[in-house]
């Protein structure tokens, strides 16, 4: 039974991503065989249980937990709606990205966050917010991405040209920045002078 609410919550903050078995073995710290065992059980449950809206999906090798698919018009409700568009920190830094820099590739995106894009622009293309706009010429034609005409609407922009311009605004930062040094350097001077 604990195995299985492990497994359990260990999919549910997995998400999208899944888990595969060794993977969930590894974190249990069970056999693998156990852990087969235990999503056996697991997905039983939910198809026993008529109440629950969960089962157990297997793709590519990879455990998600799902919602039955009697529910599909439910859930394609509310990812249709304006409430299932929340996007987090790092999805809105890579959209940022894409709509001063498009077009632009995954590469190019990766090296200005210095991190790993690609789940990012998986959710934005999800949400429709970018698209595919071609593939770059050169090594492994990589794909091109821009902003959507969606993106436009939920943003209620017309151009990109409304975007904030960034010289601007980092101007006022480092104009920020140089005061606050500027302060802190004269409380420097006069706590050297109460010495």
Do not use: C
């Not at 990766?110 to 690609?118: L, P, Y």
Request: hydrophobic share 40%; proline share 3%.
């Amino acid at each position: 039974m604990r195995a299985m609410q492990a497994i359990e919550s260990l999919l549910f903050v997995a998400g999208d991503q899944g888990l595969d078995l060794e993977e969930l073995a590894q974190l249990l710290d069970l056999s693998i065989d156990q852990t087969r065992y235990a999503l056996l059980k697991l997905a039983e449950k939910y198809q026993a249980d008529r109440q629950s809206a969960l089962k157990l999906s297997w793709v590519n090798q990879r455990i998600q937990l799902v919602t039955k698919s009697e529910l599909a018009d439910v859930v394609k409700s509310y990812a249709l709606s304006p409430f299932s568009v929340k996007l987090s920190q790092a999805a809105l830094e890579t959209l940022a990205i894409i709509a001063y820099q498009a077009p632009i590739t995954r590469m190019e995106i990766d090296d200005i966050r210095g991190v790993q894009s690609s789940a990012m622009i998986q959710k934005l293309l999800q949400h429709d917010l970018i698209e595919e706009q071609g593939r770059k010429e050169g090594p492994g034609r990589p794909i091109i991405y821009g902003v959507s005409d969606y993106f436009y609407q939920y943003f209620g922009l017309s151009s990109l040209d409304e975007l904030p311009d960034l010289t601007r605004l980092k101007t006022e930062e480092t104009e920020e920045a140089e005061q606050t040094a500027l302060f802190d350097a004269g409380e420097l001077a006069d706590n050297s002078m109460e010495i």
